[in-house]
């Protein structure tokens, strides 16, 4: 348990010396704030003139001055933005050290392997959550700034649960981003994986809906309700495609670190 904690610490001391922690909390903070400037726009369209875009927006359901819509908005973002957030967390803190060439030098320490890559687990998922919990407060933040009609904390706290299970789900996907980073030593790859991820769980509505249940990027969204009556909520067939695609990526990972040759 020592060695754990050491890890960690070691771990949390790299993140917090960095200059990619205080960006993407800065962006997911963004991200929340822009949502409730965007219906600011949508309610008072003076403010930007006659903009085709802004006109699209205002006729779009997204945009309805209310909090179940605002909410919604609000989690498709952490379903959509969150997984490339998260994914881009997950390979910075699993590929730094390769990127840095001190992959050597962390693993001459004194500390198992496995000690090392569950801290770095642990540290994606408490990264993670906090940039998910900014986009939801910065977002209440700034729709309660906008005077957005209707709140109410009962609204409030049943939309906060349908997000914190779109967000634990989400940041579940990553375990796979972080054995990517460890077999390629960088940044890069797990990135594109991600946006592939991202594009593939767009598409396949369009071309090929029925298969949509059984993608585990997919599920998290289909848990949240937000896709539509002509997408049912995950059974358990479902959710065991996702738990076994985390756990793949959790083994995979503690596999190539106890065994690859890191020279």
């Not at 997950?90 to 392997?113: C, K, M, N, Q």
């Not at 090392?116 to 900014?134: A, D």
């Not at 030593?185 to 991820?197: C, D, E, N, S, W």
Request: net charge positive.
């Amino acid at each position: 348990m020592k060695e754990l904690y050491a890890s960690l610490w070691a771990e949390s001391l790299k993140v917090r010396k960095s200059q990619i922690f205080w960006i993407t909390l800065s962006a997911f903070s963004f991200v929340g704030i822009m949502v409730g400037l965007m219906v600011l726009v949508v309610k008072y369209p003076a403010l930007v003139g006659q903009s085709t875009l802004i006109s699209a927006k205002s006729s779009s359901s997204l945009f309805m001055d209310n909090w179940h819509s605002y909410f919604e908005l609000l989690i498709q973002l952490v379903l959509g933005f969150g997984l490339l957030g998260f994914g881009i967390v997950s390979g910075w803190v699993f590929g730094r050290e390769y990127v840095d060439r001190v992959v050597t030098d962390l693993l001459a320490l004194p500390i198992h392997r496995s000690t090392i890559v569950m801290s770095k687990f642990i540290i994606v998922i408490f990264w993670s959550f906090l940039l998910s919990f900014t986009i939801f407060l910065f977002g209440i933040l700034t729709g309660l700034a906008v005077n957005i009609a209707g709140w109410s904390i009962g609204i409030t706290y049943h939309y906060f649960i349908i997000f914190l299970g779109a967000s634990i789900l989400t940041i579940l996907l990553c375990t796979p981003v972080a054995f990517i980073a460890s077999f390629t030593r960088g940044y890069l790859a797990p990135v594109g994986f991600v946006i592939a991820t991202l594009f593939i769980t767009n598409i396949l509505p369009i071309g090929i809906p029925s298969i949509i249940p059984y993608v585990p990027w997919a599920i998290p969204a289909l848990s949240s309700g937000l896709l539509g009556p002509n997408f049912p909520y995950p059974g358990i067939i479902n959710y065991i495609i996702l738990f076994s695609y985390v756990i793949l990526g959790v083994i995979a990972t503690l596999a190539w670190w106890r065994f690859a040759d890191q020279t």
